[in-house]
C-alpha cells in the first residue's frame, strides 16, 4: 500500500508479535519473527519502551508489553455512550417486532427511560424519554434488578415505597428474589401487565466492559397484540440484541 508508513508499521507488528508471548522476546527472536534486521528492531523498541508500550527485563534482557494498550483501549470502551452504541440496535429490534423499543438505565430505586422508538400500530405507548419508573413492577427494571446483589436488591426494596399498580404487581420481597432467580437463569423479564393493566413487555439487561448490568432494553405492547405465543418469539430477538449492545460496550462472558 503507497500510504504505509513503514516505521508505524514495523512498530505495530513488534506489538503484534509480543502480544503472543506473555514472558517477553528477545531481539533475535523478535527480528526473525517479523523479518528485519536486529538494529532496526533495536530502535524501535527504544522508542516504544520511551512511550511506555513495551518494557525490557533487566534479567533476561527480554522484551515485553506493558499494560498501556489495554489502559488506552479501556479510555476508549469508557467514553462509549450507551445511548449511541444502542441507537441501531433498538431500530432494528423494532423493525423485527413492529413493538415499541426501550432503553434504560438506572437511576437509584428507578429506571429512566432515555431512548425509544416508537412503533408503527395504530395503538401506541405512553412512554416518554425522561420519565421514571420504579424497577420492581418493570421488565426492564427486573432485568436489572436481577444481575444485583441480595443485599442491593433490599436496598431497593427499602428505598421506595412498594405499591400495588395493578392486581399482579409482585409486592412480596420473597416472591420478587425468586422472579429474579428465574430471570437470571433465562436472560430475560417479563412484565404481565404488573405496571399498567392491558400492556406486557419483555425486557433483558445490557452488560458493560467489566460485566456490570449498566441497563436494559425491551420490547412493549398492548396485550392484545403482544400474546405469551407472540413473547416466545420476541424472546429470541431481544437476547440477539441485547447482547450485540452488550459486546460493543465491551462486555466479554
Known amino acids: 500500500m503507497k500510504d504505509l508508513v513503514q516505521s508505524v508499521d514495523r512498530a505495530l507488528s513488534i506489538l503484534e508479535v509480543l502480544s503472543d508471548y506473555e514472558e517477553g522476546m528477545g531481539i533475535t527472536e523478535i527480528s526473525s519473527k517479523i523479518d528485519l534486521h536486529k538494529s532496526t528492531v533495536h530502535r524501535l ?46 431500530q432494528q429490534l423494532k423493525e423485527l417486532t413492529n413493538e415499541v423499543v426501550h432503553l434504560v438505565v438506572r437511576e437509584g430505586a428507578e429506571i429512566v427511560y432515555i431512548d425509544k422508538v416508537e412503533s408503527e400500530n395504530k395503538i401506541r405507548m405512553h412512554s ?60 430475560y423479564a417479563l412484565d404481565e401487565e404488573e405496571n399498567e393493566i392491558g400492556i406486557r413487555c419483555i425486557g433483558a439487561p445490557i452488560f458493560n466492559h467489566i460485566g456490570e448490568v449498566c441497563g436494559a432494553i425491551s420490547i412493549s405492547g ?12 420476541f424472546k429470541n430477538n431481544i437476547l440477539m440484541i441485547s447482547d450485540k449492545i452488550s459486546k460493543e460496550l465491551g462486555y466479554r462472558e
Open 222 to 233: 398492548p396485550t392484545i397484540r403482544v400474546t405469551k405465543e407472540r413473547i416466545n418469539d
Open 128 to 187: 416518554r424519554i425522561g420519565t421514571k419508573s420504579p424497577m420492581y413492577c418493570t421488565s426492564v427494571g427486573k432485568a436489572i434488578m436481577a444481575y444485583l446483589t441480595e443485599e442491593e436488591v433490599e436496598n431497593i426494596w427499602q428505598a421506595i415505597e412498594i405499591k400495588r399498580f395493578t392486581e399482579y404487581t409482585i409486592t412480596d420481597l420473597k416472591v420478587m428474589k425468586e422472579t429474579l432467580k428465574r430471570i437470571r437463569e433465562e436472560g
Open 45 to 90: 523498541l527504544l522508542t516504544l519502551i520511551k512511550k511506555g508500550y513495551v518494557e525490557q527485563n533487566p534479567n533476561t534482557n527480554k522484551y515485553k508489553l506493558t499494560l498501556k494498550l489495554f489502559e488506552l483501549g479501556n479510555k476508549s470502551i469508557e467514553k462509549m455512550d450507551i445511548r449511541t452504541v444502542a441507537k441501531p440496535y433498538l
